[in-house]
């Protein structure tokens, strides 16, 4: 019932000439796949250049961050709608990096998706807990907060241009994966609490990805999970084989 999503981040790697030559490499690779969307996102410079290269390829185009006025006076910022001009359909946002680094917060992260979706935008909302708070069982207590901040507000019929990426922050490009189990326990319990805010069929419609160390190794055993809708991928997506090993999850 719900289409799976892989996406793959690829942070701050890749100039323009690697990023079209990574993703046309990737689209003979992922040619005869179905059934799965498939979503690329790379630096703001290669948006343009990459959305030609994928153009008619069923690949979708993300970028990994944006801003939440449409335009005015703020320096270095880009808009959900300039995103949307450069070939966009997704938009990662509230990524942990930008929280860690940028001061990303869960009320910066609901106006980012409030506007996104009044772009036309689709946002991978991001959430997770650090290896502190998971050791010291707050794992469900920040869950519950960044999703109640980061959708304060939404419209129910706008959750159908929101996926949730849960990215453990203990496990993003640290090779250490979150178990199925404790993956899957994660999820059910973000669509439980989704279902408590904007009812049954959005959380049963909503896409929730998993993100942290996915390989093709154990993307499988991921997917087989009831509520893991999809991967967000860092460094196993910075590179055509790996990246559509991955996609291809069900061969
Ligand atoms: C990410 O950047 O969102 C991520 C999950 O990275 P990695 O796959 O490298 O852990």
């Not at 498939?38 to 690949?59: K, M, N, Q, W």
Request: proline fraction near 3%.
């Amino acid at each position: 019932m719900r289409t799976p999503v892989i996406a793959g981040n690829w942070k701050l790697f890749k100039t323009i000439n690697e990023a079209t030559a990574l993703v046309k490499e990737l689209k003979s690779l992922v040619a005869g796949t179905s059934g799965v969307e498939i979503v690329v996102a790379p630096v703001f410079t290669a948006l343009s250049s990459v959305a030609d290269e994928i153009a008619g390829s069923g690949i979708l185009l993300a970028a990994q961050d944006c801003f939440w006025e449409e335009e005015g006076a703020f320096t270095g910022e880009v808009s959900p709608g300039m995103l949307k001009d450069a070939g966009c359909s997704y938009v990662i946002i509230g990524h942990s990096e930008r929280r860690q680094y940028f001061n990303e917060t869960n009320g910066t992260v609901n106006k980012k998706a409030k506007a996104a979706i009044a772009a036309g935008l689709t946002a991978i909302v991001c959430v997770g807990e650090t290896l502190a708070e998971r050791e010291s069982d707050k794992t469900f207590t920040v869950i519950e907060s960044q999703i109640m901040g980061c959708l304060a507000g939404l419209p129910a019929e706008s959750l159908k241009q929101i996926v949730v990426a849960y990215e453990p922050v203990w496990a993003i490009g640290t090779g250490k994966t979150a178990s199925e189990a404790q993956a899957q326990e994660v999820h059910a319990f973000i669509r439980e609490l989704v279902e408590k805010l904007f009812g049954k069929p959005h959380a049963e419609a909503m896409r929730i990805l998993y993100g942290g160390s996915v390989k093709p190794e154990n993307v499988k055993g991921l997917m087989s999970q009831a509520d893991i809708d999809g991967a967000l991928v860092g460094g196993a997506s910075l590179k055509a084989d790996s990246f559509a090993a991955i996609v291809n999850f069900m061969a």
